[in-house]
């Protein structure tokens, strides 16, 4: 009943009068079904909005709308932190063990979509810019080409930061520019010509932020001279953890190459000076990807508040995944740490969500179709496994609500991250890195940055039996079989 509060009555009468009324009526009331623009960016972790973290290191005004208008989840997390399978649950609303993309796989296309389900619902739906689950041509269904869109026009494979090839509708051609402005520029482009009669779905996905980091000028100039503050962690030697941290090649220090920093280091460099050189570079170039973002996501909204479809349209801000900007000495994701595994989550929705409402609540990218499933009034199919998060949206969270998540990486791949799962409650998270046979435990109260490795100490021993007992038994509710322990693709990434 939550859910139908927060659709103001408008689903329930869409599911009960559709059968009875005629086409026309039909139409008026579909009309009234929230639109959804749905904007996710690559690699864009929290500690770069400011809306998260003030603004210790970038200002992001255009997305902090979205939290000031409307909902900020302080909470959310992704299943599986890497790019391709993040983005393979949110469209199926399952796990990768049984979406079938588990890492640099690409998703069959055959299988039922959120955007399927939102045709079948009667909406126009549309994908701009980022794909990234797909093979570049994308001829085939099952080779991961979009489909339940009636408009797509993505870039193949990564994409590029300037003047990118894009397929539009199985044609691919150059684009002149810088690709945030142009898949922008689309985005509106689409709003603007979208079929009047039908509300839409459009998800307007970016390249930016992901590596290697190419801003466009003027923001680039803007950074040039910035020094980041360092975070506490940026030293991290690993004492009492697991293998996996040292294993990883992706570290600030030795890393970090020419590609990234966009040049050779000064001569006289070494040790911590040259760390920080590195740093500086890295960071400097992501924060203005970051800034370019803002810029356009203002320009969109802008549009959806001048057309008049603000009121009515349901915006969100994610990512694929979190990212590591320099704690415990790594750039990327893919680890279970809390800058990876945390995803930034703004929902803004006037006729659904009150102003500057804050959720503390645990969700999940694995949510995000059943809750936009259930936003339109349309029914959650009974195999997804996320759980539809709009009770939350009133600022309530009800007792029933999830209190620990489950989460796998598979695939050790380009920089060599140990396959790992594990478990996270509001106050512990345990670690199981299943191929080095290694375990860590955390106290994110006492140890926010997860520093200390407590698997060992002889008075957690009870703890370690409550987690264990919870992880395995969240592994068999979710039907992880282990089917991908084993059989993996390639990394192309």
């Excluded at 588990?102 to 069959?108: G, R, V």
């Excluded at 810088?178 to 603007?192: H, N, R, V």
């Excluded at 009515?312 to 990212?323: A, E, L």
């Amino acid at each position: 009943m939550n859910e139908m509060r927060i659709c103001k009555g408008f689903c329930l009468a869409v599911v009960t009068l559709s059968a009875v009324l005629p086409l026309c009526a039909q139409r008026a009331i579909s009309a009234r079904q929230p639109n959804i623009v749905f904007i996710m960016s690559d690699d864009h972790t929290t500690q770069a909005i400011s809306a998260y973290y003030g603004n210790r290191l970038i200002k992001t005004p255009n997305i902090d709308r979205l939290a000031n208008e409307g909902i900020k989840f302080d909470n959310a997390f992704v299943t599986n932190s890497i790019c391709t399978p993040s983005r393979a649950v949110m469209l199926t609303g399952k796990y990768s063990h049984l979406n079938g993309v588990p890492a640099f796989n690409h998703l069959d296309g055959t299988q039922p979509l959120l955007s399927k389900y939102l045709q079948q619902a009667g909406y126009y739906t549309g994908v701009i810019g980022k794909w990234h689950l797909g093979k570049p041509g994308m001829k085939r269904p099952e080779d991961g080409m979009p489909t339940g869109f009636d408009y797509w026009n993505v870039f193949p494979g990564q994409g590029l930061y300037f003047d990118p090839v894009m397929n539009e509708m199985g044609v691919s051609k150059k684009v002149t520019g810088y690709a945030t402005d142009i898949i922008s520029d689309k985005a509106i482009e689409f709003l603007k010509n979208r079929p009047q009669e039908k509300p839409f779905f459009l998800m307007y996905n970016h390249k930016a932020p992901h590596r290697n980091w190419q801003p466009k000028e003027e923001f680039r100039k803007h950074f040039e001279h910035f020094e980041p503050p360092l975070p506490a962690t940026f030293d991290d030697d690993y004492k009492g953890k697991s293998d996996a941290s040292r294993l990883a090649t992706m570290h600030i220090d030795s890393d970090l190459n020419k590609n990234d920093t966009k040049g050779e280091p000064p001569a006289n460099l070494s040790g911590a000076a040259l760390k920080r050189w590195k740093y500086n570079r890295f960071m400097q170039d992501y924060l203005a990807c970051v800034a370019s973002i803002d810029e356009n996501v203002g320009r969109v909204l802008d549009f959806l508040d001048k057309s008049g479809l603000a009121e009515n349209t349901i915006v969100i801000y994610t990512s694929d995944q979190g990212f590591f900007l320099g704690e415990h000495n790594f750039y990327d994701k893919r680890f279970m740490y809390e800058e990876s595994l945390r995803m930034p989550l703004l929902i803004r929705w006037p006729q659904g969500i009150k102003p500057r409402t804050v959720s503390k609540a645990m969700v999940l990218n694995v949510d995000f179709a059943p809750s936009l499933l259930a936003a339109v009034g349309a029914a959650i199919p009974s195999d997804m496994q996320g759980r539809s998060f709009l009770p939350l949206l009133s600022g309530q969270t009800p007792r029933s609500w999830r209190t620990s998540m489950y989460y796998r990486y598979y695939h050790p791949g380009h920089h060599n991250v140990a396959a790992h799962y594990g478990i996270r409650t509001s106050r512990y998270k345990l670690i199981y890195f299943n191929k080095l046979d290694q375990w860590e435990l955390y106290d994110l109260k006492t140890d926010p940055t997860e520093m200390k490795n407590l698997y060992g100490d002889r008075t957690k021993a009870a703890l370690v039996k409550k987690l264990k007992a919870e992880l395995f038994k969240l592994k068999k509710e979710l039907k992880d079989e282990d089917q991908f322990q084993d059989d993996l693709p390639p990394d192309d990434v």
